[in-house]
C-alpha cells in the first residue's frame, strides 16, 4: 500500500511549507520524491520515520539549509529563493537545530555561543542580551550562561543549542530529535521548554523516533517513508496500521491497548496519557 501525495499545491494556511519537493545527494539523489508538508501556525507536526527515511533532509529542505532539485520551499505561501539575502531572511523566520548539539555549538562558553545568532543580526546589545536571557530561561538554563560548552552533559548541550535558535526568535522552530539521547527527566524538561516556547508564538515541528511521545504531543504527524511524506491529523496517521508498519514504526501504547480491548478512538480528543486511558476505561 502506497501513500502518495502527489499534489503540487501549496498546502493552504500554511506558515511553512514544501510542495512537491524531490531532494537527495550526490550518489543518493532520490531520498524524497514530490513530498508535500506543510507547517500550520500553533499546531504542532511531528515528522516520524525510521533511520534513514528522509527526516533530516526534510527539515534541512523547510530550513534552507538544503536545496530541493524539484519542488518548492513556501513561508506563507510566497516560495524561498535560494540566494544568500533570501535565505538569510528565511533563517530569521525559521531556525533549524540538528541533531547533535556538537554539530551545531562553536562557541567556547555557553552565553557566548546563544549570543552569536542575535549579533549577526546586528541588534544593539541590550536586545541582544535581553533575547539571550530569556532563551536560557525558557530552555532552564540560565544556571549555565557562564559555563564551558565542553563542561556540559549532553542533554545540557542540546538545550544550549536550542536556546540559540530560540534567541532568534523564529516563527517556526524546526527540531530533529530533540529528545533523543535524554533521560526521562530531560525529556520532561524539554518538553515543558516547547510548551513555554509555544506558550510565545512560536510554531515547533519535531523529528522524533519516539511514537509515544508523538502521539503525546503532537496535533499533526507526518510520516516519512520510502521516500514519501503522509502528514494528517494525529489520529489519522497513528491509527493507520498499514502506514505506520510500512514506516517501521509500531503503533503507540493507547492505540494498541484500545484497539485490544475494541475501542474506538475518538479523533477530535483522542487519550493520550495514562490517565486519558484510564478515564475511558473506567
Ligand atoms: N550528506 C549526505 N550525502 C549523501 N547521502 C546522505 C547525506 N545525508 C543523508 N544521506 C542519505 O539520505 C538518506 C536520508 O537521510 P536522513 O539523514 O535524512 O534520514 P533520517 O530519517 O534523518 O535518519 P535518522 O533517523 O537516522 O536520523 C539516508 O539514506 C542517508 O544515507
Ligand atoms: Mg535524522
Not at 542533554?155 to 529528545?179: C, F, H, S, W, Y
Request: with cysteine.
Amino acid at each position: 500500500m502506497t501513500h502518495r501525495i502527489e499534489s503540487h499545491e501549496p498546502v493552504p494556511y500554511a506558515v511553512l511549507s514544501a510542495s512537491g519537493i524531490h531532494a537527495g545527494y550526490p550518489g543518493h539523489p532520490d531520498v524524497l520524491d514530490c513530498v508535500s508538508v506543510g507547517v500550520t501556525r500553533g499546531r504542532r507536526l511531528a515528522l516520524l520515520g525510521a533511520n534513514g527515511s528522509g527526516k533530516t533532509t526534510l527539515l534541512r529542505c523547510l530550513s534552507g539549509a538544503h536545496r530541493p532539485t524539484r519542488g518548492e520551499i513556501l513561508v506563507d505561501g510566497v516560495a524561498v529563493r535560494h540566494r544568500a539575502k533570501d535565505l538569510n531572511a528565511h533563517r530569521q523566520r525559521v531556525q533549524l537545530v540538528l541533531q547533535d548539539p556538537d554539530d551545531q555549538l562553536f562557541s567556547a562558553q555557553v552565553r557566548e555561543d546563544v549570543s552569536f545568532g542575535p549579533m549577526n543580526l546586528g541588534l544593539p546589545e541590550p536586545e541582544v542580551r535581553a533575547r539571550v536571557e530569556q532563551a536560557l530561561e525558557l530552555l532552564g538554563i540560565t544556571a549555565l550562561a557562564d559555563r564551558g560548552i565542553h563542561q556540559l552533559s549532553y542533554g545540557q548541550r542540546k538545550r544550549v543549542a536550542i536556546a540559540g535558535a530560540v534567541a532568534m526568535r523564529p516563527d517556526v522552530l524546526l527540531l530533529d530529535e530533540p529528545t533523543a539521547g535524554l533521560d526521562p527527566r530531560g525529556i520532561g524538561a524539554m518538553m515543558a521548554a516547547l510548551d513555554a516556547l509555544e506558550a510565545q508564538g512560536t510554531t515547533v515541528v519535531m523529528s522524533t523516533h519516539d511514537v509515544d511521545l508523538a502521539w503525546s504531543w503532537a496535533d499533526e504527524v507526518a510520516v516519512v517513508a520510502d521516500r514519501f511524506v503522509r502528514q494528517d491529523v494525529l489520529v489519522k496517521v497513528m491509527t493507520d496500521e498499514g502506514l505506520m508498519r510500512s514506516a517501521h514504526l509500531a503503533l503507540p501504547w493507547p492505540v494498541q491497548l484500545l484497539r485490544r480491548l475494541g475501542r474506538e478512538i475518538d479523533v477530535t480528543f483522542p487519550p493520550r496519557t495514562a490517565a486519558d486511558v484510564a478515564a475511558l476505561l473506567r
